[in-house]
């Protein structure tokens, strides 16, 4: 999708620290972290948000994908988040899973 900026990064238009890729998924470090480890894991295709997303196959793509890169990683404790909608602090519109680890989480998030 023309100007989303996780497309961009999912094509290699504009640079990212990518951890991970797959055919239907890309890993990468948040520009922003907030945890020693903070890694987005995204759809190379675009849906504005989990809302949007329709196709079973990536669904099990973007699990499979945060399974790999946490593996890769060696880290077996981690938080999985997904914002849907601006009031639950969504920013990107192009669905994505925060992996946050490195720190003790608290519960709940603010
Ligand atoms: P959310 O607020 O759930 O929509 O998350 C969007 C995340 O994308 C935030 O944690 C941002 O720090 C991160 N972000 C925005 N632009 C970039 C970028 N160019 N590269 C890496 N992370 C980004
Ligand atoms: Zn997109």
Known sequence: MENCIFCKIANKEIPSTLVYEDDATVAFNDLNPQAPVHILVIPKKHFASLNELNDKNT????????????????????????????????????????????????WPPG
């Open 59 to 106: 669904m099990s793509a973007l699990f499979t994908a945060v399974q790999n890169v946490t593996k890769k990683l060696g880290i077996t404790e981690y938080r999985t988040v997904i914002n849907t909608g601006e009031s639950a602090g969504q920013t990107v519109f192009h669905l994505h899973i925060h992996i946050l680890a490195g720190r003790p989480l608290l």
